[in-house]
C-alpha cells in the first residue's frame, strides 16, 4: 500500500498514524507515494518490504530475501518513497537518507514497477498519458492481484486486457477502451474500426494500434529506445513511463550509507 503525503506539511508521527501497520497492495509505487514500516508491493510471489528495521527487502514466495538495500539498524520511523527526480531513497527521520538509487534524472513523473519475475525497475518520466473524458474516481490503493502493466515489447491482443480493480483497458472489435466496468462508460477510447486488432508498446516509448501488422493509431510520442511500461492506474488513465532509469539488478547504481551497494539478483524484465 502507497500512500501521497506532503511531507514538509506532516511531523512523522502525523504520517503513521495515517497508515493501517500491516498491508499488502499493488506492485508501482509513484513519486510522492510512500511504503512505511509492514507495507509492501507485492507481485505473485514476490514482496517488497519496508521492514520495521529499516531495511528494504524484496522476498521470494519461500520468504528468502532475494535483494535488499542492507539497512537494517539504520534508526526507527523509516520508509521508502520515489522522488520527482527518479531517485528511490530509504530515509528515516523524515529527511535523513540512508540509502539511494542514484538514480537521479529530470524533474518530472516517474513509476516503480515490481514485476512478476521479482525485479524491480524505476520507468521516467512520464512520456504520455490517456486524455479521459469522463472524470474517473480515484480508487484506494487495496490489494491489486490482477494485470495493469504492459512492458515495451509486448502486445495486448484480445481476449486479454489489462485491469486495476473496476478499470480495464481493452478492445472492443478494434476500437481500443478504458472502461468503468461498474458504471459501463467509457472514460477513453480510440475510436479505431475493423477486427484483428492489437496494441504494442513500442521501444521508443510509443503506444500503437495495430491491424495485420499496419498502424491504425498511435500516440504520437517517442523517445529514446530503451525499456517503457503502460500502466493502467489507479484513477483510471493509461501512462507510458520510460525508458528505465535503474533496476536492482544493477549494483553500480546503488549508493548505502555506510555499507556496500545492494546485490542484485538476475531475472526478466517483462511480466
Known amino acids: 500500500m502507497a500512500i501521497q503525503i506532503p511531507f514538509a506539511l506532516l511531523t512523522l508521527s502525523t504520517i503513521f498514524l495515517l497508515l493501517p501497520p500491516y498491508t499488502t497492495a499493488d506492485y508501482v509505487l509513484y513519486n510522492g507515494e510512500v511504503l512505511m514500516a509492514g507495507q509492501n508491493l507485492t507481485n505473485g510471489y514476490y514482496r517488497l518490504t519496508m521492514q520495521p528495521n529499516c531495511d528494504l527487502v524484496l522476498y521470494d514466495n519461500y520468504d528468502t530475501p532475494i535483494w535488499q538495500t542492507n539497512t537494517a539498524g539504520g534508526g526507527q520511523n523509516c520508509y521508502v518513497t520515489l522522488k520527482p527526480n527518479g531517485e528511490m531513497v530509504v530515509r528515516r527521520d523524515v529527511h535523513y537518507t540512508l540509502w539511494s538509487s542514484a538514480s537521479k534524472s529530470k524533474k518530472g513523473k516517474y513509476a516503480l514497477v515490481l514485476n512478476s519475475n521479482g525485479r524491480l525497475g524505476i520507468y ?9 473524458q469522463k472524470d474517473a474516481k480515484v480508487l484506494s490503493r487495496s490489494e491489486v492481484k490482477t494485470e495493469y502493466v504492459l512492458f515495451s515489447g509486448q502486445r495486448l491482443s484480445p481476449p486479454r486486457k489489462l485491469k486495476y480493480r473496476n478499470y480495464s483497458l481493452g478492445f472492443s472489435k478494434c476500437n481500443l477502451v478504458i472502461r468503468d466496468e461498474r458504471s459501463e462508460k ?38 529514446e529506445s530503451g525499456e517503457y511500461i503502460a500502466v493502467l492506474r489507479f484513477d483510471g488513465r493509461l501512462h507510458v513511463y520510460g525508458p528505465q532509469v535503474w533496476s536492482n539488478e544493477s549494483r553500480e547504481d546503488s549508493e548505502l550509507l555506510t555499507a556496500s551497494p545492494v546485490v542484485g539478483v538476475d531475472s526478466a524484465s517483462s511480466l
Open 124 to 132: 521516467g518520466q512520464r512520456r504520455w498519458s490517456s486524455n479521459n
Open 186 to 223: 467509457a472514460l477513453w477510447q480510440t475510436n479505431t474500426d475493423g477486427n484483428d486488432c492489437y496494441l504494442q508498446l513500442e521501444n521508443d516509448g510509443e503506444l500503437s494500434v495495430k491491424r495485420s501488422g499496419e498502424r491504425v493509431w498511435s500516440s504520437n510520442k517517442r523517445g
